[in-house]
């Protein structure tokens, strides 16, 4: 998957990690994949088992200077903010699944939903035959 966000030519300016093993071994392998540096990797203990009101909580506390933000946490917070965020794309993101979109705000505000549009949804079963279907 970290090829997979590498060839999407996404760059979060921030990206944060559960500190869960499996979470933050996903964290750094992305990082390496798209010559993020190592040590600005950030580990907040609050994302293990968040859920989408944590989820939100944790994003919305970000500088508003870092213009992408890569989350590396867990379900089913993370498939609730993905919907929130994309109303309907998934019953579940699995393991090691990429949501990215674009929000049109100079703010981390993520309750109030803005128009998002989705950039990329993917996950390691995906083929290019399913590449068009949302709902999995």
């Avoid at 500190?19 to 992305?30: E, H, I, S």
């Avoid at 699995?94 to 979109?101: A, I």
Wanted: glycine residues 2%; proline residues 6%.
């Amino acid at each position: 998957m970290a090829r997979r966000i590498q060839q999407a030519a996404i760059r979060p300016s921030l990206i944060i990690s559960s500190p869960a093993v499996r979470a933050w071994t996903t964290a750094k392998a992305v990082a390496k994949a798209i010559a993020y540096p190592s040590e600005f990797l950030q580990r907040d203990a609050q994302l293990y088992l968040a859920d989408m009101d944590a989820l939100i909580d944790i994003v919305e506390a970000q500088e508003n200077g870092f213009n992408n933000i890569l989350v590396v946490a867990h379900n089913p917070g993370l498939t609730n903010l993905a919907n929130h965020l994309c109303p309907d794309l998934t019953d579940n993101l699995p393991t090691s699944g990429v949501v990215s979109v674009t929000i049109d705000s100079d703010i981390w505000d993520l309750r109030n939903r803005k128009p998002t549009t989705l950039l990329l949804y993917d996950y390691p079963k995906r083929t290019r035959e399913t590449a068009g279907v949302a709902k999995k």
